[in-house]
Each structure stands twice: as C-alpha cells, then as structure tokens.
C-alpha cells in the first residue's frame, strides 16, 4: 500500500517538475520572441512631493503585451529573465524606451520629465549598462540629470569594489542612483552608507508593516546620510499623513495614482497642477 502510495508521489513528483522544466522553457522562449517583436512596454507611476502635492518624475515599469495571455507583469517574466540572461536585452531594452518616451513628452512640450529605470543584477555586474544608458541617451538627446535608476541593494553586495566602480562612473555621468525596496529584507543601512547613491526608496511592506517610531527612524537616518527618501506603496491617507509628518520627501503608490501608459501621463500632470503641466517640474528640469 504504501509502496503504490510512494510510486504514485514519485509519478506525479516528477511530472509536476517536468511541466515546470517545460513551462519555464515555453516562457524563456516567449520572452526571447517577445523582445525581437517589441512586446515589451513601460508603464509610469508618478513620484508625488508629499509637501506640494505635485508630479517630481515617475517610475518606469514594465509590462509585457503577451499575444495570448494579455498582459503580464514583472513578477511573472523578471525572475526567468534573470535567471536566463535575457534580462541583458530586455533591461537594454527599458532604457531605450524610457529615452524614447522622454524625448517624445520633450517634443510634445512636456519639458524633461525625470524618470526612474529599474535595473536588476545581472545587468548592472553585465559592464555594459554604462555603455547603453551613455547610447540611449546620447541617441534621444535626453540630459543625463533626468534619467535615475533605481538598484536594490542585494545586487551591489556581490562585489562591492566593481559595484562601487560603476556606481562613482553612473554619478559622474550625472544620473541620479535610488536604492530600491529598502527595508525588504537584504538591505541595511549601514552598509548602504558606504555607497554613493542619492536616494532611498523605502519598500511598501515596510511602510505598511512597520511602526512610525521605526520609519520616523529610517528616514531620519536617511537624511542624516544626505540621501532623499522615497517612500514606496502609499496606498491611504493615514499613511501619506503620518510620511508627510514625519518629512519624508516623496511618496509613491495607489493613494495618488496606479503606473499609467505613456499616453495617460499628460492628463495625470494636469490633475496634479490643475494648471499647465510645463509648470509642474519647476525650473530644475
Ligand atoms: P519595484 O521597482 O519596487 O516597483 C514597485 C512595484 O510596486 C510595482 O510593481 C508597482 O506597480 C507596485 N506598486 C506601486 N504602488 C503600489 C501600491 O500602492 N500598492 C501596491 N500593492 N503595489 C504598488 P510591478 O510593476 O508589478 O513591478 C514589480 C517589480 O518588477 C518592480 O518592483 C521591479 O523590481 C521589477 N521591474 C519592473 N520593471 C522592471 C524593469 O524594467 N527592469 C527590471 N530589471 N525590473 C523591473
Ligand atoms: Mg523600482
Ligand atoms: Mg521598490
Ligand atoms: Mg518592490
């Protein structure tokens, strides 16, 4: 009996890890076709200042405009992407449409939107992310002061000298580095002070989990440091206004707008001004 019972787990064991094995190929296979067909796309969510309430630039997000499925998001194609390598290709390819699309806001009298690529490990140790963000934006004519990326920090622990490299060279080139998704679990601050970064993303379950006395303490450490911070996953007004009470700068999440298609973005800086969007970004930008 339990003979049959064990064959019977072994069976089904095995044909479970077997269709796993087939549909992870299937879909490196899909994203590989995906990206020749540029079914890739991006998607922006604003970041807010949490004092004046208005538009300060956007996270770009990538989304897949699958043939069958719809669309998809990153949860389901970044980690096979990664693992796979074809992360290198896509992650060239978010770079290139995040200057493409600042360059057409720019023409359609938008001014320079600052907007924030997502970059993952594998592309930053790839030593050629500095070479394709220095094409992009050379390409699009888009200033280097626009463009942020943001990193977790897990991925400049590998090797921290060639992580600290590239990042001094990012800087030189004038683009603004965040660390994403602090407080998520492979984050300290500590070591996060050794880097040269200027912004600090605190991650949403930790602005939804956490105490205020534990965040009040994070950001005051944050600022301490000299860094902005960001925080990810506002989704109430409770927590916007216990952010805004305790200084944090910038806020991000649902409470003020879910990430929106390149062609809604016009209309989303004109509900945040209520005026002309070229009045929005102030005279930095
Ligand atoms: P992330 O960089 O931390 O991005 C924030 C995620 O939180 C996004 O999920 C966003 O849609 C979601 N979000 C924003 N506000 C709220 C909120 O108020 N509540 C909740 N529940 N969620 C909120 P998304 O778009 O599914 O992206 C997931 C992750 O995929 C990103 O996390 C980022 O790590 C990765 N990713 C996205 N685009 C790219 C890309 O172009 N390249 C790379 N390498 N990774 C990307
Ligand atoms: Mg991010
Ligand atoms: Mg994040
Ligand atoms: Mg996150």
Redesign the pocket.
Known sequence: QAKTEQKGAYRFFSARLGNELADRLTLEQSIRVGISRHEFF??Y?PKVDLQTEKIVGF????RWRHPSKGIV???EF?PVAETTGL?LP??RQ?IEMACSQMQRWHQAGLGWIPVA????AR?FNSDHLVKDILAALAKYGVPSSVLEV?LTESLVMDDPVIAETILLELRAIGIKISI??FGAGHSSLASLMHYSVDCLKI??AFIQNSSTEIIRAVISLAKSFDLQVVA????TSTQRDMLKGLSCEIA????YS??VTAEEVPDLLLKFSGTNPLEILGDDY
């Open positions: 991006l998607n969510q996270e770009a997000l990538m998001l990153p949860g970044i992360i896509l992650g978010a690529v997502n970059v993952s592309q943001e994403d998704d991650d949403r990810e996953g506002v989704e991000q999440g649902y409470f879910m990430p």
